[in-house]
């Protein structure tokens, strides 16, 4: 199972970027899916995360400014970020729970990150 992320960049206070994690292989279904984001020296911190369903939840410090959804047809999760910060910078990891085969047993799998800037 491999998952692609994209969407990171450099943004300027208040502005937005929405980024993509999109989960390939031998993926049968597909649980939760979702964001962290770790800064360096710091503790990795879940962002949102979306249930097979499409419930959302969120970290205190993201509700209100970020939206997560998916695409189950596309084993795909998106977050939407606006009202971005400088506290926002960090390398933004995607997380996807799922059931592959042929070991028919449930996983859970990581992009590589991408990295979100927030600077003036």
């Known amino acids: 199972v491999q998952l692609q992320a994209s969407g990171g960049g450099l943004v300027q206070p208040g502005g937005s970027l929405r980024l993509s994690c999109a989960a390939s292989?031998?993926?049968?279904?597909?649980?939760?899916m979702g964001w962290y984001r770790q800064e360096p020296g710091k503790q990795r911190e879940l962002v949102a995360q979306?249930?097979?369903?499409?419930?959302?939840s969120y970290a205190d410090s993201v509700k209100g400014r970020f939206t997560a959804s998916r695409d189950n047809a596309k084993n795909t999760v998106y977050l939407e970020m606006n009202s971005l910060k400088p506290d926002d910078t960090a390398l933004y990891h995607c997380?996807?729970?799922?059931?592959?085969?042929?070991?028919?047993?449930?996983?859970?799998?990581w992009g590589k990150g991408t990295q979100v800037t927030v600077s003036s």
């Open positions: 292989g031998s993926i049968v279904r597909t649980n939760v």
């Open positions: 979306v249930t097979s369903g499409g419930s959302p």
């Open positions: 997380f996807a729970h799922v059931f592959t085969e042929p070991t028919m047993s449930w996983g859970t799998y």
